[in-house]
């Protein structure tokens, strides 16, 4: 079975930091990947995806990923944190392989940004 | 594209009060799922349907429950005699067919409270 942890249920940084969040999964075979936003009481959008090929990915506002194998990991960053980033970020698998796309999701963070 | 659609945003009902949910994907995707999310948790995967087949369920859909998607174009999600448990939200997302690495798209979900 496939799991995901998300290390640190509430990350906070000051405007203009650094934006890290953390994700590691389990899987028998490595999964495909996604990072989703959710704002308060909305539903969940797409920040990224790694599927295949160059391991680091760029998503949407300035976000990206990288797909370390060895590590099991596809950590969330972007260089400089905005107020508008301020939600839950959860991060997501899916069996590779397979025609079923159902996603299994981490417990996710919330971002809280300082101004 | 004008997203998924769900109705209503918010239902309140009492305990053993039977509650349907509906939701429109986008039109062009033929697959179709349901997630419920309590508060704190990532989305838990409830049941897929690809057109109007319903091709996987969890073990969460307990007897209670009950998912159509007639035509394969809307979908309804059923809870028969409410508990208080069921208190959630409940997320719909559509993609394209193909294999599992199509992204999701969420709609804003339905959020059940039971009195």
Same mark, same amino acid.
């Given at each position: 079975a496939q799991s995901v942890t998300q290390l640190g249920s509430h990350v906070s940084v000051s405007e203009g930091a650094l934006v890290l969040l953390r994700c590691n999964y389990s899987s028998s075979v490595p999964p495909y990947l996604f990072w989703y936003v959710q704002y308060p009481n909305q539903g969940l959008q797409l920040l990224l995806k790694y599927t295949t090929g160059a391991t680091l990915v760029k998503g949407i506002n300035g976000f990206e990923a990288e797909f370390k194998k060895s590590e099991t990991s596809f950590h969330l960053t972007k260089p400089s944190a905005h107020m508008s980033d301020a939600a839950e970020y959860f991060c997501a698998v899916s069996r590779r392989g397979t025609s079923y796309g159902k996603l299994t999701f981490g417990q996710g963070t919330i971002l809280t940004v300082h101004p | 594209d004008t997203g998924v659609s769900q109705d209503p945003r918010h239902k309140i009902t009492k305990r053993g009060q039977n509650v349907t949910f509906r939701c429109d994907p986008i %039109?062009?995707?033929n697959r179709l799922y349901w997630y419920r999310q309590t508060l704190g948790q990532g989305p838990e995967f409830l049941t897929y349907f690809q057109n109007e087949a319903q091709l996987e369920k969890s073990r969460l859909l307990s007897d209670r429950f009950s998912a159509e998607r007639p035509k394969g174009s809307f979908s309804t999600l059923e809870i028969q005699r409410?508990?208080?448990?069921? %208190?959630a939200m409940y997320l719909c997302a559509s993609s394209l067919a193909g294999y599992s690495n199509q992204p999701q798209h969420f709609g804003d979900g339905t959020r059940l409270s039971i009195l």
């Open positions: - | %039109s062009e995707h409410t508990e208080q448990g069921d %208190s």
